[in-house]
């Protein structure tokens, strides 16, 4: 019996680059009202993804960690956003609530940093990525979808990938 079930995929990154890479695919795939939830400790790459997530989406605005603004904004030329947050530093889910999620989520996608500290306010349908720490160079990524738009989401990077 296989560890993953069959819409989840093991992602093993072997630089900074790589990382982004792998961020830039998925950000080509992101629609408006795409939820990407990140989790991991510090230093597993959550931000170095999401610096490819936004090159992919068609950003040009350079990507920082939004840990003491809460959320960051990304633009691309047709006029949505992908909206960068970080939960770290918020106390619980109706703290997170307050941030206005469902607007941020129609105007755009959005990716969260930190997501277990806040899932109860987020959408029941999104993607999970929990990312490790396994090397000075080296990642590990763990993608689960939540519903049909992600398992086809992932399927559709998968090909992209490997061709499968």
Known sequence: MPILDSH???FFSRSPEQTRRL???LGAFL????CVCLTGDLGSG???LV???SQGWGSLDPVSSPTFVLVNQYRRPAGESLYHMDAYRIANALEAEDLDLDLMLGQGALVIEWAERILPALP???LVIQMRWVADEQRGMVLTPYGERYKSLLDAIRQR???V
Do not use: A, P, W, Y
């Open 8 to 10: 989840t995929l093991e």
């Open 23 to 25: 961020g830039m695919r």
């Open 31 to 34: 629609q408006v009202s795409d």
């Open 46 to 48: 959550k931000t170095t």
């Open 51 to 53: 610096q490819g997530i």
């Open 124 to 126: 029941r349908e999104r």
């Open 161 to 163: 990938m490997i061709g």
